[in-house]
C-alpha cells in the first residue's frame, strides 16, 4: 500500500505544473494533501476522476485546506472540530484536519492529513500553532485507541532534530525549529508513533521535504524536513521503503514541498 504526504501549495499551481504526470508515475493508493487553497469542487477534479476525494476547506478564503485522496471510496470522514474538538473553533484553525478510514488487504488503516500552522516566533501566531497542536496531540491519543493501523501525516512545520535542517544553527529561534515546538514531536513518538521516513533513512542529514522558492536553496539542498508520516506501531512495522519525490530542478518542481512516499507492506 503506497501512501504519499504532500503539500501542493495550491492545487490549481500545482496541477498546472505536473501534479497530475507525478501521481501517474508515482501511482499511490492513498494521498495526503495540504495547503490545497480550493474547494471541493475545484480538487477533486484536478487530482482526478479515479480517485475518491474528500477534504475540509478552509473558511479563510485561499488559505490552507486539506484532502485525502483514494483509489477506494473513504468512510467515516471526520475534519476539523469534529475530530479535534472545540478548543480550535475558530476559522484560522479550519482546512487543517482530516481522517478517514481506507481498506488494504490487511483490513482497516485510519488516514489523517494536517496541516499545521508555520507561526512567526513572537507572534500572536505562535498561539495559533500550539493549540492546534495540543488538540492533535490529544486525538492522536484517542486514535491509538480506537484503532490499530494509523497514519498522521502532513505538512507539521517543525524540524524535530538538528538533522531534519540544513541550517540548524542560524535558526535556532526561528518558528520551526523552536525547543517548545520540537518537544510536540518528541512527546509523540515517547508515546509510541514511529516517524517511519526517518527509521528508515537511518540517522543521517535529511532527506529534506521543503526548499524556499527564493534564492538557491533548492540547488543547494539548503532545506528542512517538516512533512512526515507518523504510524502506530502496527502500521510502522509493515513500513518497507520510503522516499522523498524530489523534482529533478528548480524549474520542474509543481510545489515548493517534495512528495513524501512510503509503501507499506499490507
Known amino acids: 500500500m503506497r501512501i504519499v504526504s504532500v503539500n501542493v501549495n495550491g492545487v490549481r499551481a500545482a496541477a498546472r505544473k505536473g ?38 476547506a478552509c473558511e479563510i478564503k485561499g488559505r490552507a485546506g486539506v484532502a485525502i485522496a483514494s483509489r477506494t471510496a473513504p468512510t467515516d470522514v471526520l475534519a476539523g472540530v469534529d475530530a479535534l474538538g472545540g478548543t480550535v473553533d475558530e476559522p484560522v484553525h479550519t482546512g487543517r484536519w482530516i481522517e478517514a478510514t481506507v481498506e488494504s488487504a490487511a483490513g482497516p488503516v485510519r488516514v489523517v492529513s494536517t496541516y499545521q ?11 495559533d ?4 497542536l495540543d488538540a492533535s496531540t490529544v486525538r ?24 531534519d535542517i540544513k541550517n540548524w544553527k542560524g535558526n535556532l529561534k526561528s518558528a520551526g525549529f523552536l525547543p517548545e515546538e ?17 527509521t ?12 524556499s522558492m527564493r534564492g538557491k536553496a533548492f540547488d543547494n539542498d539548503a ?9 502506530s506501531p502496527a502500521l510502522a512495522s509493515a513500513a518497507a521503503d520510503a ?24
Open 19 to 56: 501534479m497530475g504526470d507525478w501521481l501517474a508515475e508515482c501511482a499511490p493508493d492513498v494521498v495526503g494533501l495540504q495547503e490545497v487553497r480550493a474547494p471541493l469542487d475545484i480538487t477533486a477534479p484536478l487530482v482526478g476522476d479515479e480517485w475518491h476525494v474528500v477534504e475540509q
Open 117 to 127: 500552522h508555520s507561526g512567526t516566533a513572537g507572534t500572536p501566531s505562535m498561539d
Open 129 to 132: 500553532k500550539y493549540a492546534l
Open 140 to 163: 492522536m491519543r484517542a486514535l491509538r485507541e480506537q484503532y490499530e493501523r494509523v497514519v498522521v501525516m502532513g505538512d507539521i512545520n517543525i524540524a524535530h532534530t538538528e538533522r
Open 182 to 198: 520540537r518537544a510536540y514531536l518528541d512527546r509523540w513518538v515517547e508515546a509510541g508513533w514511529v516517524d517511519v521516513h526517518r
Open 200 to 211: 528508515l533513512a537511518g540517522d543521517r542529514e535529511g532527506p529534506y521535504t521543503w526548499w
Open 223 to 231: 532545506g528542512w524536513r517538516i512533512d512526515y508520516q507518523f504510524a
Open 243 to 266: 522516499r522523498v519525490d524530489r523534482q529533478a530542478s528548480w524549474d520542474s518542481r509543481w510545489t515548493d514541498h517534495a512528495p513524501l512516499v512510503v509503501d507499506y507492506t499490507l
